[in-house]
């Protein structure tokens, strides 16, 4: 038995390799760039937000112009979303500033990433080929189970429903259920597919999605997910990174995305007209 095995050391190995100065000043860089996604959307602090973006696009592309190239697509996503306000609005002005703006995040990146750079790191992969295993089925499962038992707390106690539009009329419900819905398949085509898939080019997976998770967890808070509904969205887009990286599958992600939104919508519902959807067992009393 080797009696030196779990023996604490007793000096540094300095002879072991380091990262070279760069490679901390490309984690600087990306930090930066997603990093003035809490200003540009959380804090709301514009054009302040911009001046870290514009200094972390420097660094990126002064120590690894490919790093640069690949955030700069990054941050044009971004800073078209920050062209219009984020608070959920159904009304026709509201509704058409969402699609152009959202449209547009992810085309001009899916253009400057494959048609200016000619690179193909940028994919909506809808089949695998792959059949979804019973684990991927049993998440499912989980997802709109947990859903059910903790969203309509989180909402109904913290007044986070006040972030959204009263729904009460017919076409508001169905306004508010197309929004849910386009919002919940835009996140995936822009966080996931686009944001995450950039940034795993150059980092390790923890790294990379840890950085999306700043972006799209800061553009929810916008969105309405505020008092403590970061300690919903943050797990929620890590796990979402994760599970996109595990299974290649947009059609998986989205499909758990949209599972997740079906119970918001209902609990949204519910909060603003009490007697629909009063199916919640966690509705605290009102």
Not at 252 to 267: E, Q
């Amino acid at each position: 038995m080797d009696e030196t095995a779990g023996a604490l050391p007793t000096r540094v190995d300095d002879t072991q390799p380091r990262p070279p100065v760069s490679t901390w000043w490309r984690y600087v860089a990306a930090a930066l760039v997603c990093g003035s996604a809490v200003l540009m959307f959380a804090i709301h602090v514009r054009p302040l937000a911009y001046v870290p973006l514009v200094v972390g696009l420097a660094l990126a592309w002064a120590v690894d112009r490919v790093l640069g190239r690949d955030l700069l697509i990054v941050a044009a996503g971004m800073c078209i979303v920050s062209t219009i306000p984020l608070a959920a609005d159904l009304s026709d002005l509201g509704m058409v500033q969402f699609t152009i703006a959202l449209s547009l995040a992810v085309i001009v990146p899916y253009v400057l990433s494959r048609h200016v750079n000619g690179d193909h790191v940028i994919r909506f992969p809808w089949r695998t080929g792959k059949r979804w295993t019973r684990t991927q089925w049993a998440y499912l499962l989980f997802v709109v189970g947990a859903g059910y038992l903790v969203l309509p707390y989180y909402f109904l106690s913290s007044g986070a429903y006040q972030n959204w539009p009263t729904v009460v009329e017919g076409q508001e419900i169905a306004r508010l259920f197309v929004g849910v819905n386009a919002v919940g398949t835009w996140d995936e085509f822009f966080f996931v597919c686009t944001v995450f898939a950039l940034l795993r080019r150059h980092f390790g997976l923890w790294t990379a999605n840890v950085l999306q998770a700043l972006v799209f967890v800061s553009f929810l808070w916008e969105l309405g997910y505020r008092e403590w509904g970061p300690l919903l969205t943050i797990p929620f887009a890590l796990i979402q990174g994760f599970t996109f990286n595990l299974t290649k599958s947009l059609t998986y992600v989205l499909v758990v995305h949209l599972l997740f939104d079906a119970v918001v919508f209902m609990v949204l519902v519910h909060a603003h007209t009490p007697e629909l959807f009063d199916i919640f067992v966690t509705a605290p009393a009102r």
